[in-house]
């Protein structure tokens, strides 16, 4: 998780209160932050925040929630935006390559060095935490006193633009070169891939303020002599950036600065002013959030709790429920249940009544104690058990294992991290062969399993998608092959009771090799697939050993 390292000095000026560190490391935990180290001597605390709370990437973020809870402010912080006259035009051809952008100014900033690092770290953490490390949004700062409006976002060719990047060797570079050549270039090349057009901002005298999501050029330098700013996001995602810039606007305005609103003007589709600082309104359930929490709050002492965590609330004109506006630069209310979080924490964890069940405090689930009783079985069987990401890559997952298949029948992650993670498993067998993989060059024999979910999707349910249990092993040396795997499924099946009711029968499966593989059944259902794996896989994996495997449905034993 990010962390934050926050100066009690500063705290309090943004606070407004004299603050004991003893008391603060207990009032941090309570907001939602974890300690992650506390310096008594120089006065500092060093925290973790979740993600979905990007808004605590800097002590302004925190220094809110605190006044809350110190009941020095309540309800929603209130922002002046002032309406701007620069204006920037969209044009279509980015919708290519970049789609979405928004920008704000700011004006009258006189930054200590404190905040100048803040400024920095916040950066930082929006690019990971909200843009994927710049993917879904890129964030872009300037001097706005050194460019000309209005402004145009486009897209260009390659080589067709050239200008002086920031950090850079002082010479031109067009697109293609920055990238093949600069740094910020090759780390972030990967974004534009396959691209035939790449984003660009231009001012109205044809200068480049940046290339997104890369660098800026270098004309917009901030200096200690800069005092107004040039805010631009751009992205794949127009709620992602949207809230990026929210969150940087606000915490600007909590340094002393003035927030002015640009016109954004999309040739297809509407115009925008942004930064748009307008809460969002929600109706929940006092009902709902009271049974959740195990409370019996009124409505007035509810209004008060999110009150206390910055939230307005006010009585719905439907009986028994509240309307709930949520601050523009909080981006983690996605479902009702949301809510109940946010009263616990403004009525205070601490203060919730503490019931224990009758007979102890929790028993394993039933799943979870008929999947510990297998790993004994294979433990007992002389097999080491690995844990593996239920994320996987979809060419090793299906191209390594020589099985063909459409991306309509997978789960894809719509934008995951890495290409190393952009679906889920559907089996845990490649996810043991990748095992092998990275530690073929161990002391052989290897033999290891592994029992845990995959997903399938499956329309009738409700997420689209249903989860099951299942156990895989390999086997891996030069002597592996079926008797050895098939002495080992007796030996499950025989240990849970089943010997007499399954079967194996010979199947084609184009991972294994044709003749040495086998479908199991138990009373006549098919439960899982056995065999000696094929040679073209083991060469996608860079194996030199032959390999047996097994790989059971432990739903049906459920």
């Given amino acids: 998780m990010p962390t934050l390292e926050l100066k009690i000095e500063r705290l309090e000026k943004l606070v407004g209160k004299k603050l004991d560190i003893k008391d603060l490391e207990y009032d941090l935990q309570w907001i939602g932050l974890d300690l992650e180290d506390v310096n008594e001597e120089e006065q500092k605390i060093k925290v973790e925040y979740n993600p979905n709370r990007p808004d605590f990437s800097s002590p302004e973020g925190i220094a809110r929630a605190l006044k809350g809870y110190y009941e020095i402010e309540l309800g929603l912080p209130s922002f002046e935006i002032s309406p701007g006259e620069i204006v920037l035009n969209v044009d279509p051809s980015v919708n290519k390559v970049r789609p979405y952008i928004v920008c704000g100014i ?21 690019h990971w935490a909200v843009g994927r490390d710049r993917k879904k949004v890129a964030i872009g700062v300037h001097d706005l006193d050194k460019i000309v409006p209005p402004y145009r976002y486009t897209a260009v060719k390659p080589d067709s633009v050239s200008f002086i990047p920031l950090h850079g060797d002082g010479y031109p570079m067009n697109l293609e070169e920055i990238l093949l050549l600069h740094e910020k270039g090759i780390e972030y090349a990967h974004i534009l891939e ?170 394993y689930h039933t799943i979870q104690s008929y999947s510990n009783k297998i790993r004994r079985i294979m433990i007992g069987a002389g097999y080491l058990e690995v844990l593996n990401f239920i994320l996987s890559n979809s060419e090793r997952h299906y191209d390594y294992m020589n099985i063909k298949y459409e991306k309509s029948n997978q789960v894809e992650i719509l934008n995951p991290v890495s290409k190393e993670y952009n679906t889920t498993r559907t089996s845990i067998l490649p996810k043991l062969m990748e095992t092998l993989l990275n530690n073929r060059s161990e002391e052989k024999p290897l033999r290891i399993f592994e029992v845990g979910d995959i997903i399938l999707l499956n329309a009738r349910e409700e997420t689209g998608a249903k989860r099951e249990v299942h156990l895989s092993a390999v086997a891996y040396h030069e002597n592996a092959n079926f008797t050895e795997i098939r002495s080992l499924s007796d030996f499950i099946m025989t240990s849970l009771g089943c010997y007499n009711d399954y079967e194996i029968k010979p199947e084609e499966n184009s991972t294994y090799i044709s003749g040495r593989y086998g479908g199991i059944y138990l009373k006549g259902k098919k439960i899982g697939e056995i065999g000696e794996i094929h040679p073209e896989v083991l060469l996608n994996f860079k194996l030199e050993f032959p390999v047996s495997a097994i790989e059971l449905n432990l739903q049906t034993f459920f």
């Fill in 106 to 126: 700011v004006r009258d900033i006189d930054l200590d060095e404190d905040e100048v690092a803040t400024l920095m770290t916040i950066q930082e953490h929006l």
């Fill in 194 to 363: 396959g691209k035939e057009v790449y984003p660009i901002i231009f001012d109205s005298n044809e200068e480049v303020l940046s290339f997104p999501p890369v660098i800026n050029g270098i004309i917009t330098t901030v200096t200690d002599d800069t005092k107004n700013l040039f805010l631009d996001l751009t992205g794949t995602d127009f709620k992602a950036i949207n809230l990026a810039l929210n969150i940087l606007a606000t915490t600007l305005a909590d340094m002393g600065a003035k927030i002015e609103s640009v016109k954004v003007n999309y040739e297809e589709g509407e115009n925008l002013i942004t930064p748009n600082l307008t809460p969002e309104r929600w109706e929940v359930g006092i009902k709902y959030i009271n049974d959740y929490i195990g409370l019996n709050l009124s409505s007035k002492e509810m209004i008060k709790c999110f009150n206390k965590v910055r939230l307005d609330a006010k009585q719905s004109s439907k009986k028994d429920y509240l309307n709930v506006w949520v601050p523009a630069f909080r981006g983690d209310f996605m479902h009702i249940v949301d809510f109940t979080e946010e009263c616990a924490i403004g009525f205070g964890y601490d203060k919730l009544p503490r019931t224990i069940r009758e007979g102890g405090i929790g028993e």
